[in-house]
């Protein structure tokens, strides 16, 4: 089975670790990883900003660059979500039917970081240690668009010395959704403090998610508002092994 890991924009920009400890999981269960060094963006940003045929030229150039994997592995549930949905909705929207047409093979072979874990390879323990408390944030594209469900509290729970604590509304938005970030700041912004508190009470140690976007926009606001929340992306902790 060829396993491609689609690292996203913003992991390689900003994160690079996130798609390090990606790998790191992957190859201790005996999945060998091919990196394409050609992948770029997925388009979400520009298809959700109304340049649809942007979006559509980066949606071609990412089915050209991972035609041959029989499972692209993705860190993030937005990017996931924008491959396996919303390309194939703007596609129909813009009569594209080759875009249309290959989305029908390639979708389903798209997985977002725990779907692969848990359902394409039946694993739950990953073999980490990472003793610490950490409360978990379901992001929105996960969450609703993907129904990914207890799949990473699962991984998580699996963990040896971390101790999962619960956040008051697990369910709500952190208010970053990307362009409704920068239209609509102030009530992203209001949200995102929102749930900040609500990890505060928590008191756990760590607030993780499986989207980078989401933990920087609510790390960013405690730093503007402190204290700091420490954040840390599901597949980091999942790739760490503690010395004892």
Known sequence: MRVAVFVTCMNNMLYPRTGVAVVTVLERLGVSVDYVENQTCCGQMHLNAGYRREGLVLARRTLDAFEHADAVVVPSGSCTSTMRHLWGDVARDEDDTA???RLRDFAPRVYEFSEFLVDRLGV??????FPHTVAYHPTC?????????DRPTQLLRAVEGLTLLEIER???CCGFGGVFA???????AAMGLDKIEEFRRSSAEYLCASDNSCLTHLRTLSERHGPSVPTVHLAEILATQEIR
């Open 170 to 172: 697990p369910d709500s």
């Open 124 to 129: 739950v323990n990953v073999g980490a240690r």
């Open 182 to 188: 920068v239209k609509n700041s102030e009530v992203s």
């Open 99 to 101: 875009v249309s047409s």
């Open 141 to 149: 594209h996960s969450l609703r668009h993907l129904r990914v469900g």
